[in-house]
Every structure is written in structure tokens, then in C-alpha cells.
């Protein structure tokens, strides 16, 4: 996430911003195919930590290979798809005459990438699965560091968007070698070499309701820009996918603590039972809602900032749309947070996929009216307000099947966000003052946001010692 943060000024400035656009289509292609695989890659991190307790390591490797297998077997099949596919979807979309082979020459090889991609996530879930988050955070930078290595020496400028593919494919390479060598000691082979009929039943079961998370997840993120380049000129789609990045950046700081609270309440639920799993929900809820809450709401103040100054005037756009965005994914992410891991855990990933359709169903009602109100404004703001609503739909789905409380922090809390907020906005119109732009201006915005997070942390750091926070 670092390192692609970091290039992005410099893809801007060798393939320019029409190309530019062109490759943030191609990754909305890629993440969009990365969600086809029938939910598999999302749910072998579970089935992992559930060998893991069981120290089943023969049954891992049958899940491993089985898993690698079907996915290059997908990607091979959506590249024959998309070989006469490509050309007619360019010519859907705004893209310039005379960028329209090179778009379709990227999209064609998309399928491909998608599948690397893919089974780099399946052996990342080995590492998961087993707790060794030390280790993934390695081959994480160092695939992440092959990339960024590989795009600075052969990504030029003008038409060099066959050698970003390649870097992208050499990164994902690094990683699924890395992640197998270093997980080795968790597999044992033994004929048969792939996973039984029933386990393939319960695995198919449970990864088919987290595909149709994914594919609203989907509509929720990745068609924004398929909708953008098909009513707007196609660099509004490299703007929009700056904004994205960022707000999925922030947006992913606390995400990082799911996979380590999965493959936690798994390991609860198989050693020790449900109801102790609840226990441990409860116990991590309290510290998350709040803790989240405060983070994502000094990161929008910062955020509208921090985005122009890093790249410039122009990029206004992307800093309104990263800040409109990621007040959709605060909501989210606090209210649903340990739910997901909670329901994830305990086999019901249907309760996540419920509130996914409804996050869909009223992005889809939304998107298209606002896109021709408010252009590219209007979208993301569809999708943070449908993010919103099925937020607290899931809260109630969770507590009327699985009885999870709201902890939420006291009212005493709220006027000291508004501090950190108003602390936050003053330092970044000092900083606006200033006229700076680049990565120093950028580490500069950080510094506000810093302050903000500070007397939130310390505040409720306080406000949890001295008592409880209510569960309602």
C-alpha cells in the first residue's frame, strides 16, 4: 500500500493522466476479477486456522494445492474469455482513439494477473491461518519493494503499460514463492494430494456466501469507476482512482488487525466454544468502535488536505473524493468490524453477505442519478451512504441472530472528537498556507492528524480505566 501510494506521482508523470486512467480501469478490471474465484481465497485464512488448532497438516496441504490448482485453472479460462472480449469493452468506454490498442492489450492480460494475484492471497492465508503474521508482513514488503524496484527502472515515459504489467506479475510472483517457502513447515504431503469430496462440500459451502459478499463488495467499490468511464472522460476514472486508494489505505490501518482476530475467535470456537467466542467479541468490541470511530474521523479531516498538497492543486477532486469515501468506510468499518471476524468465525458468513445486498441494492438505486447531478461526486457519495445504512443493518442482523451488543463509548467522548477535529483542520490550513506540494507537504499534513489521533487516544484511554463503556 506504501509503495504504491509512493509511485503514484511518478506513473502521473511518465504515462500521463489519459494512461494513467487507463491503468486505474485495468486494476478495477483485476479487483473485480480477483472476487470471481467462488469466494475461496477470502475463506481459506478460516479453514487454515481450523487445521492450524487441530495441527492437521496434511489436510492443509490437500486445502493448498487443491485451492492453487482451481485458481490457475480460473485465471486460464478468463484470459480465452477475455482475449476477444477486451476490444469491445474498450470501445464502451471514453478512452482515446489513439489509446484504444494499448488499453485493449491491458485488459486482455488482466485475467492473468487476477489469477497471481489470487493464489498469492491463498498462500498469504497459510501464513494467516497459522499466526505467523511477522512473516507475511516480510513477503509483503518484499514483494511490494520487487514492484516498486521493477516499475522505477523499465516503466518510462509515453506507452510502458506493458512493463507495469510485468512488475505487477513479478510482485505477485515474489510473493506466493516467499509465502510457500516460508510456510512449508505447516504442510505435510500425503496421497491423495487433494482436499476429499466433503471437505470440498463444507469449503465450497461456506466460501459460495462469501463470494456474493465479495461480488457486493463489488458494486460497491470497483463499479464507481466502470460507471465513471462510461458518463465522464476517462481521467476522471485516474482522479476518482486516486481518491480511492487513499481512503482504502486509511480505511485498511485497521483492517490489518482482522486477520490475526480471525484466526483468534477460530481458534476460541474450535478449543473452547461459542460461548466463550462471545466473550472475546465482546472484549475486543469495546476497545474497536471507539478506537476506530476516533481514528476515521480525524483521518476525513486530514484527508481533503493531504491530498492536493501531496500532488498538487489539480487533484482537488481526489482529496473531496477520499474524504467522501472514507466517512462511508468509518461507519463501516467501526460498526461492522468485529462483527465480521465474530460471524466469520462461527460459520455464518451469511449475516456479512445480507448486509452486502443491501449495501449493493441501494448503491444501485443511488449511483446513477447522482453520477448525472453531481458527476463523480454523486457516485462516491452513493456508495458512502449506502455503506452507512447497511452498516447498521448489520449491527441489528447481529444482534437479533447472535444477540452481539452495541459497546459504545460515553457522551463525555464526543465533544473531545469534535476537539481533535477542530485541532486537526487548523494545523492542515497552516500547512495550505504554506504553498508546500510534494511528499514533504504530505508528511507535513500528517502531523495534525497525529495530534488529533493523540488526544483521542489518551482520552479514551482514560475514560476505559476509569470505567466501562455501556453495552446497549
Known sequence: MVVVLALTPLLLDRLGLDRFGIWALALVVLNTLRILDGGIAASLARFFAVHAAGEDRVAASRLMVGSLLFLALLGAVLTLVAIPVAPVLVEVLNVPDHLEGEAAMVLRWMPALAALALMGEATAALLVGHGRFRALAGTMWLSA??????????????????????????????????NLGLGRGHLSFRRPFLPSRADVREVGSYSSRMQLSALSGFVNTELDAIVIATFLPIRYVGLYQIGMQVATALRSLPLFAFPPILTRLT???????????????????????????????????????????????DYVTSGGIAAILLAGYTVHVALTGMRTCY????????????????????????????????????????????GAVASIYFVALCRREEGLPLIAPPASWWPLVGLGVLVTVAGELLIVETGLHGYFALALTGLPAILGWSLLAYSLRRMQRTRPLPVT
Open 145 to 178: 519493494l520487487i514492484f516498486g524496484a521493477a516499475v522505477i527502472v523499465f516503466v518510462g515515459e509515453g506507452a510502458h503499460l506493458e512493463a507495469l504489467m510485468a512488475a505487477v506479475a513479478i510482485r505477485y510472483g515474489a510473493l506466493i514463492l516467499a
Open 343 to 386: 460471524v466469520r468465525a462461527i460459520g455464518r458468513p451469511g449475516l456479512e453477505m445480507r448486509s452486502s445486498i443491501a449495501w449493493t441494492a441501494i448503491n444501485l438505486a443511488l449511483t446513477i442519478p447522482l453520477v448525472i447531478v453531481a458527476g463523480v461526486i454523486g457516485v462516491v457519495a452513493a456508495t458512502a451512504a449506502a
Open 267 to 313: 481458534t476460541i470456537l474450535r478449543l473452547e466454544g461459542k460461548q466463550a467466542t462471545g466473550r472475546e467479541f465482546e472484549r475486543l468490541e469495546r476497545r474497536w468502535f471507539s478506537a476506530v470511530l476516533g481514528f476515521g474521523v480525524v483521518a476525513i479531516a486530514a484527508v481533503a488536505f493531504a491530498v492536493p498538497a501531496w500532488l498538487g492543486d
